[in-house]
């Protein structure tokens, strides 16, 4: 019994060093980091910028232009109320003393400049998949956009995911931040569609069910599930959903808003259409040759669930 | 006894009714925001170029507009919050004024939409601002659905 304890104590913790260790926040590499400081090209980041749908969370609420990112839209899920940061120019309560490589740690690795882990109510991981080229090409689109003061309040969260460093864990289970290589049977097209939906549009991030501790579930990606702020349904936009539209039919909803039969798409995706309208007209056609490539699957079995506040 | 149970079978009855009638109003207005996507088609498809431009049928569909947005706003009573699957979110409940506002000003155009699209030309420049409603309420408004 007396030599239970010492022993008991001693992998405990050598427990808590490993869950230290394998939880630590984790940087890009200078391999991967390669040019990120280069200078960049800001037509190109504007088009980064409204396929990331950045304004859609970081744009103050209660006002229309969606160059002011003070942040402080509230996100109330099961976990609790992530609240949206300033990633406006302002020096203090924004991201305006930022370096390119520090935005390309938020996105790519969701880490902070500070070295912590971000929520991933934040999707990094549809971003750890963009191109580094284009992460500093937003930089330089959003160092032009307007300061606005004022730093958001801190998230609500419950235990234990009020604690940051399980996010660590988090990433081990579901970050995969292995970037999109071209596939060579597919068309120009078709590879631009894949890279602007599952890296920048991160179109997966909400049509896609989750699991208890918020991953994707990969076999149901892109098969719809509840809303997990729980306003609704996310629709199922594999062939099961959308196999009965054109390619033509998925660019001009983009573009408009509405289905081809003349429904008016909803809630957060009328927010997204906004974004998607302000790409080239080749874009949304790509995203649509991409997603209409998708076979069909069953996503999870809807129950009744009233709608929350 | 007797008398208890006739008067629980009477609140019994009476509550149903309540409820099927909260029921029949979600039906109401779900019809009705068919009828305006149904009425939307086929300008839609003309918008897009896949019908050809057909001036009576553009003028029937913004009339349907302006009605349905007279009657739309009436089909929201209070107690018809959940049910019947119904896609309206609690916001229209607690922001009523900005709901019914917008409705009035998607009437508005709908109605000098009426006398402004004389021609293919006229059509092309002002249905498109008529119908970016849609989404502007729906965006506050409607649940995602599948």
Known sequence: MKRFFPDFFLLIVAAVVVAWWITRPAMLTASEAVGVERPGDLANGELVFNAGGC??????PGQTDRRRLGGGLALKTDFGTFIVPNISTHKADGIGAWTALELANAMQRGVSPKGEHYY????????????????????????????????????????PFSMRRFVGLWK?????????????????????????????GHCGECHSPRNFLGGIVQGQRYAGGPDPEGRGWVPNITAKGIGSWSKADVADMLATGFTPDFDSVGSSMADVVKNMAALPKADRLAIAEYLKSLPAVDGPTKLPKPPKK | MIRGIFIAAALAAGLSSVASAQNNVIGERQQLMKGLAQAGRAPGAMLKGEQAFDLAAVQASLKTFAETAKKAPTLFPV?????NETAALPKIWTDKADFEAKWAKFG??????????????????????VVRACGGCHEGYRAKKN
């Open chain 1, 55 to 60: 304004a859609s969370c970081h744009m103050t």
């Open chain 1, 172 to 200: 081990v289970l579901f970050l995969d931040a292995a970037p999109i290589v071209d596939n060579p049977t597919q068309t120009e097209a078709w590879n631009r569609g894949h890279y602007l939906a599952d890296a920048l």
């Open chain 2, 79 to 83: 107690g018809s919050e959940t049910g």
């Open chain 1, 120 to 159: 991933p109510a934040f999707p990094y991981a549809a971003y750890a998949h963009a191109n580094i080229d284009d992460l500093r090409d937003l930089m330089v689109y959003l160092r032009t956009l307007p300061a606005v003061s004022g730093k958001a309040a801190g998230h609500d969260l419950q235990f």
């Open chain 2, 108 to 129: 508005a155009d709908a109605e000098a939409a009426q006398s402004a699209v004389k021609d293919e030309a006229s059509f092309k420049s002002t249905f498109p601002n």
